[in-house]
């Protein structure tokens, strides 16, 4: 299984952006996808996650940002609104192919840089 995330970039807070992760060679219905992110001398931490169509976020995210999925485009996308600073990290999606709580394939992430 391979994931390719895209979608990260430069914007200012209060913007948004629409990250997308594609896998390969297919995604199935019972893998748990999930969005991890990393800042500068942070350590790598949850995001949001999605099994079929139920989706759950951090707190620190909630309300802001959606996971969603679309099986036949093999992809899960995350929409951040309400862009802050402290969002600002290395987005990487992952996957649980075995619904063993452990995300055993990961993306090569993407910057999401917020300026305030």
């Known amino acids: 299984v391979q994931l390719q995330a895209s979608g990260g970039g430069l914007v200012q807070a209060g913007g948004s952006l629409r990250l997308s992760c594609v896998v390969s060679p297919r995604i199935l219905s019972s893998y748990v996808m999930g969005w991890f992110r990393q800042a500068p001398g942070k350590e790598r931490e949850f995001v949001a996650s999605i099994y079929g169509s139920a989706g759950k976020t951090s707190d620190s995210v909630k309300g802001r940002f959606t996971i969603s999925r679309d099986n036949a485009k093999r992809a899960i996308f995350l929409q951040m609104n309400s862009l802050a600073p402290e969002d600002t990290a290395v987005y990487y999606c992952?996957?649980?192919?075995?619904?063993?709580?452990?995300?055993?394939?990961w993306g090569q992430g993407t910057q999401v840089t917020v300026s305030s």
């Open positions: 992952a996957a649980d192919v075995a619904r063993s709580g452990k995300y055993t394939y």
